[in-house]
């Protein structure tokens, strides 16, 4: 029996596997699909998040409940005041620290006629750092070693001034007269303090007014 033609010549088949690698390579479809998965691949890595990658804590927005927008501004808060205990006096009826006026050793203390008819001065005080809750007051005046008037408070309350002291406004204390206008007096005043503390203190004037 004779044999085919085409087994007879190796060339033939070489031929024929050419033509279908050729074949094959032209293929849209296979192409296409083997793009698209390549494409796929591609924009998969560079899409995707690094698992192993890390974060500044310095890039991350900062709490708000980190800002000290809300805490209290220091210059808010009074000064703090040395201790002291000033006798002084203020205009009658009017209770403001600007008014108050620190009574010296010969300084004048003005003799005036009340609302009510009676002759008093008009004394103040301004403390801080000596004694603490409410007041109690003695003020006695003397002039030529003579009483001459004198007035006893009890459970005064001071009024902050907002400068790191408290007052003590307008405390009358009734003299015996416009006549001692004009002479030298001894003013002593004694203060306690319902929570502690005691302070005393001892002023040389002179009386002005009387009239």
């Known amino acids: 029996m004779q044999e085919p033609v085409l087994l007879r010549r190796p060339g033939v088949w070489l031929a024929a596997g050419l033509l279908a690698l050729v074949a094959l390579a032209c293929d849209p479809a296979r192409v296409g699909s083997d793009a698209t998965a390549d494409s796929d691949a591609a924009v998969g890595r560079a899409d995707a998040p690094d698992a192993s990658a890390s974060f500044d804590a310095a890039e991350l927005p900062e709490s708000p409940d980190a800002t000290l927008e809300d ?3 220091a210059a808010d808060a009074p000064p703090e005041a040395e201790p002291l205990f000033a006798v002084g006096t203020n205009p009658f009826g009017v209770s403001s620290p ?6 010296t050793d010969g300084g004048p203390l003005e003799v005036q006629l009340g609302s009510q008819g009676a002759w ?6 301004r403390t801080a750092g000596i004694l603490s809750g409410k007041l109690d007051l003695e003020a ?4 030529g070693g003579v009483d001459a008037g004198g007035v006893i408070r009890t ?7 907002g ?3 408290v007052y003590l406004y307008s405390l009358p204390l009734i003299v015996d007269g416009p006549e001692i206008a004009g002479s030298a007096a001894n003013l002593v005043v004694d203060a306690t303090g319902s ?3 005691e302070a005393h203190a001892s002023l040389e004037l002179e009386l002005t007014g009387g009239r």
């Open 120 to 125: 008093m001065v008009v004394l103040a005080v």
């Open 98 to 103: 600007a008014q108050f006026e620190a009574l």
């Open 71 to 73: 805490a209290p501004d």
């Open 155 to 161: 459970g005064l309350q001071p009024v902050p001034g």
């Open 163 to 165: 400068d790191g002291y």
């Open 195 to 197: 929570g502690g503390g």
């Open 140 to 143: 006695r005046l003397w002039v």
